[in-house]
């Protein structure tokens, strides 16, 4: 899910501007936002999902 957020990210963002002009600078720094909160979800999703393929890759050391 998060792979398939960032890639229709941009988008999604090209049909907002098409269909609700904003404040660039507002959009910017959601934009900021938004990439921010999910490269934390990405990191989180990559160490969660590494330790559990660890775990089952190598049981006898977890």
Do not use: W, Y
């Amino acid at each position: 899910i998060v792979l398939a957020a960032a890639f229709d990210d941009d988008f999604v963002h090209n049909m907002n501007n098409h269909m609700q002009p904003r404040r660039l600078a507002e959009d910017q720094e959601i934009q900021k936002k938004l990439s921010v909160c999910r490269s934390i979800l990405f990191v989180t999703g990559i160490c969660f999902f590494g330790s559990r393929l660890f775990v089952e890759a190598h049981p006898d050391r977890a």
